[in-house]
């Protein structure tokens, strides 16, 4: 294993090279090279490298650091510059450096993958009259973004997949299963932050056979999935967690709220069809404490 350093440069230069490469194909254009074919200050390279920049400084704080041949460049010319290159591009780099710099001999836990899938969202700007990318963010403003949910291999430190959606169409539930389908292994075991925590997820993810850990808040949360489940008045637990998910919010339901979990966006799932009014749910909850390092 070169040193990190090495690596890193290693990394560079095959990302450099595999961006060239893919802004020579005619495919990841809009309109094949018409767009490009004339001397223009504005190349197909520098504008399919802009995403890659990774420093500090911008234009009106909407993009990141920018090549020289960009530097007096207006925000709009890059803005319908990028409007001519296809998300292919983006896409088919993503996938070859995966392919570069997975490793041959993958490390997992007694024989199980450990991966992760976390979102996190990507500023861009507007794009034409799109308005799809326009959506709430997790600090609650509006704006233009691409929400990103990689999947992560936790002991290979490399990204294996990834599902982008636009700002308006923000679901972490469906990529995290969209990821699931997709992967090829076995044996894998997904872990997720607080916010991929609904019961229909865990639902899908028990009927298609996939492990997983999901961190939900805890009981003492007002909107926690636990609020109403009987829970031991300790510090740490390991129990079974057994509900019935419903679609009916009678009294009966409302009763035994230990017992049943009402889907309020049930018509938004399949599975309550053709006379489906409940549907079992088995899980474990654990909870253990946390000790800081040094304490």
């Known amino acids: 294993m070169p040193s990190l350093n090495k690596f890193c440069n290693l990394q560079s230069v095959a990302l450099k090279r595999v961006i060239k490469e893919e802004a020579s194909n005619s495919a990841n254009m809009v309109h094949s090279y018409s767009d490009f074919s004339r001397s223009r200050k504005l190349s197909v390279l520098d504008l399919a490298a802009v995403a890659y920049q990774t420093e ?13 041949s960009l530097a007096d460049v207006s925000l709009s010319a890059i803005s319908q510059g990028r409007q001519k290159i296809k998300h292919s591009l983006y896409s088919n780099v993503f996938y070859r450096m995966n392919d570069l710099f997975s490793s ?25 009259n799109d308005m799809s990318t326009y959506g709430g963010s997790k600090k609650g403003s509006k704006h233009h973004f691409y929400h990103a949910n990689p999947l992560y ?23 995290l299963m969209e990821l699931a389908h997709r992967h090829k292994g076995e044996k894998a075991i997904y872990t997720c932050d607080r916010g991929y925590e609904a ?16 961190r939900i808040k805890d009981e003492s949360s007002a909107n926690s999935i636990l609020k109403h489940y009987p829970t031991p008045d300790t510090e740490e637990y390991d129990i079974s967690f057994d509900v019935t998910l419903t679609c009916k919010n009678n009294s009966h339901a409302k009763s035994n709220w230990d017992t049943y979990k009402y889907i309020s966006s049930y018509a938004k799932h399949p599975e309550f069809q053709n006379g489906v009014t409940e549907l079992p749910l088995h899980g474990r909850i654990i909870r253990y404490k946390t000790v800081s390092e040094g304490v």
Do not use: C
């Open 104 to 128: 041959e001999d993958d490390k997992t836990f007694h024989g199980w993958q450990l991966l992760s899938v976390d979102g996190s969202e990507i500023t861009i700007s507007p794009d034409g």
């Open 56 to 68: 500090d400084r911008s234009i009106n704080r909407s993009l990141p650091i920018l090549p020289d």
């Open 153 to 175: 291999d936790v002991l290979n430190h490399v990204y294996i997949d990834l599902v982008m959606q636009p700002g308006s169409q923000k679901n972490e539930d469906s990529a």
């Open 199 to 214: 019961l229909m997820t865990f639902y899908r993810l028990n009927q298609t056979n996939e492990h997983f850990v999901i």
